[in-house]
Each structure stands twice: as C-alpha cells, then as structure tokens.
C-alpha cells in the first residue's frame, strides 16, 4: 500500500504538545481516528498531546480542527489554541491578533512580539455546579476542579481515573483537575479525558481552575490568577460579576519544537 507523506511542526505551550498541520489546501483526510492515534503515539510516531489541522472557513482567519492523542474530535483545547495562533503567525496567516473558529465557537487572540506569549480569549462561563465539596464547570471542554493538600505527591493517573470513570461522569468523559493554594500562586495537575493520563499542562483546566477558585471565594470584579503546571507558568485574568465570567483570557508561552515528515 502507497504511505502518505505528511509534513508537520511540533509545538509546546507550557509542556502541553501538540501535532501541526498546515491543511489550508485540503490535502490530509483527518477522519480516519486510527491513523490520528498512531501519529500521536509517542512510540510508532509522533508524540504529542494532541492533534491540530490549521484550516480555512469563511469570515474568519483559520479553523483550529483538533483530535485528542486517542484518534477522536476533541472539545476546545486552551493550550492548543494558544500554539496553533502562534502556528498561524509563523505561517504568515496573521500579524499579531486574530480571530478564529474552533470547535466551541469563535475566539480572539493576541501574541507578543516575540511571536511565543500568546493570550487567547476564552468563552464566558456562567455555571457552576457543586458535586460534594467539589466543582464543575465548562471553559470549553468539561472539568472537575478539586482542591486538595501536597498536589505535587498526589497520584493524579490513579485518583484522576478513578473520578474520570465513576458513574457520574464515565459516559461523557471529564477531566481532572487537582489544585492546590499556594498564596502566590495555584499549584495545578490535571488528568485529562482522550489523552488518558496526566498532562504537562491543560489550558481549558486551568481556566476552569480560576473560575472555580474566584466562585469559591465570591471574589467580585477583575482577577489575574498565576498558575504553576508542570510544563510551566501560565495566566488566567478574567471578570466576575458574581453571576458570570466573562473577558476570560489563558495567557502563557506556545513555543515551536521541531519539523519534519513522516510516511504513514
């Protein structure tokens, strides 16, 4: 059987990694879940986090279309979002805003001079639900947000799974987040749904970290929430009026690693 070639930029946002494909002419067929699985597999090819297809669509400048390392379509990826802007000014699509479509709507987004800060507007979030002393909430892609003691030490594969596929949540799938306070800053680590594993870092959990810290704490107003992964440091600011949260922004490095091509 003839293999195809595929040309592809590998970028990092905080630790969090993610496969690029320049796709503006049409030329990869992406619905094929097996063969996206086996180009992130950190063994047989690739590696990485995740998958994203740089497209065209009308009255915007690119479509971010993004598959989990697991082969299937995934909801928003915040750190993706972040990498595949900087992607899209590395191609010379966009100067230094934009505006584009992913798969839970539109989003603005800002990079730095440098080409590797970028701050990405998030949707605005108006639910909170409670699940024990716990919280949930969607910035894009569904989270569980817990706040607990001696995060570093915590066995996020095994007590992340474990709530990941309880009754409540195995169905749809959820991701985990375990943060803790630590004055200057959250420490956060997250086990994600689709990866099926801790991740470096996870852009939406993050966010969905920051709404549920300022909830929790009724903090009225404007907020900047410092958060610390283990890929690094990343900003969420945002406002809070006490009923919604809006003008919400993920802020933080999305940095190109390497290029190449692979026959599949």
Not at 39 to 48: E, T, Y
Not at 79 to 90: E, Q, S, Y
Not at 212 to 241: C, P, Q
Request: charge should be negative; proline fraction near 2%.
């Amino acid at each position: 059987m003839l293999k195809q070639q595929l040309s592809f930029y590998k970028y990092q946002g905080a630790g969090n990694d993610f496969i690029m494909v320049d796709n503006r002419d049409m030329a990869f067929n992406h619905h094929f879940p097996d063969k996206i699985a086996k180009l992130c597999d950190r063994r047989f090819g690739v590696g990485g986090d995740g998958i994203m297809f740089l497209e065209l669509t009308e009255g915007f400048d690119f479509k971010m279309v993004y598959y989990n390392a697991d082969g299937n379509p995934s909801s928003m990826c915040g750190n993706g979002g972040r990498c595949i802007v900087a992607f899209a000014k590395f191609l010379g699509i966009i100067d230094y805003e934009t505006n584009f479509l992913a798969v839970d709507g539109p989003h603005y987004a800002k990079i730095a001079d440098s080409g590797d800060w970028v701050s990405l507007q998030m949707i605005d979030v108006e639910q909170i639900k409670k699940d024990g002393d716990d919280f949930v909430l969607n910035t894009g892609s569904p989270h569980y947000v817990k706040f607990a003691d001696d995060v570093a030490n915590k066995n996020v594969f095994t007590e992340g799974r474990a709530i990941r596929y309880n009754n409540t949540y195995s169905k749809e799938g959820i991701n985990i987040n375990f943060v803790e306070d630590k004055n200057d800053y959250l420490l956060v680590r997250t086990y994600e749904r689709g990866v099926e594993d801790e991740t470096y870092a996870c852009g939406t959990g993050v966010t969905a970290v920051a709404l549920a810290n300022a909830y929790a704490n009724n903090t009225i107003g404007y907020s900047e929430t410092a958060i610390k992964v283990l890929g690094g440091d990343l900003n969420i600011r945002f406002n809070y009026d006490g009923k919604k949260f809006d003008h919400i922004f993920l802020e933080g490095p999305a940095k190109q690693v390497f290029k190449g091509e692979i026959a599949f």
